[in-house]
């Protein structure tokens, strides 16, 4: 019998190995309404790649998995660390799993009642996101920050159910990461 060659993860950085990768860039530009400092967000050219995700094509379906990895550029806008938009997923009972691989960050995590809080992120942090937990990755170091995740394909994403914001915000006061908690509304 043959041996077959999978894909492959570089566990340094979170690059794929395979014949068929997709990648998506998210910019400042596709981001509206996320940062809280609305002027600040608005002076940064809105082509200035955030994050890019990178994921393997696999089956989708009922039981299937999707492997990606998420590349959060470091940066701040304003006092606001950079972060990826966030999401529920539309089938809300659906967990996952992300995996620190590079730089230094949080997992910010949220359930339906808007109770909120951080995991940090490091390289082999393993991160498990329960169903009914919408879930943020925030760069608060100066290196790309690399999360390797794992989810159902049929998890979908939800993200009008977090219009209104997550619990808490992560910005540079005083020289030191800071979460704050927000008054939504
Ligand atoms: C991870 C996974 C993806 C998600 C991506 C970016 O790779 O959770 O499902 O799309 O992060 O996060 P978001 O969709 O919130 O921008
Ligand atoms: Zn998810």
Known sequence: FP?????GVAFTNGHFTA??????????GDLAGIFHDQTAWRAIPSE??????????????????YV????????????EFYMTRGHFHQRREQGEVYFGLRGSGLLLLQNEQGEA???EVS????HIIPGLTAHRLINTGTEVLSALAVWPSI???DYAALAQGFALRV???DGKIQAKEVQNG
């Open 117 to 119: 809080r951080l995991e």
């Open 48 to 65: 200035t790649p955030i994050y890019q995700v990178e994921m393997l094509s696999s089956a989708q379906g009922e039981g299937e998995l």
């Open 68 to 79: 990606g990895t998420t590349h959060l550029n470091p940066g701040r806008v304003g006092d």
């Open 19 to 28: 014949e068929n990768i997709i990648t998506k860039v998210t910019h400042s």
């Open 155 to 157: 998890a979908g994403h």
């Open 171 to 173: 910005v540079l006061h």
């Open 123 to 126: 390289p082999g942090s393993v």
């Open 3 to 7: 041996f077959f060659m999978p894909p």
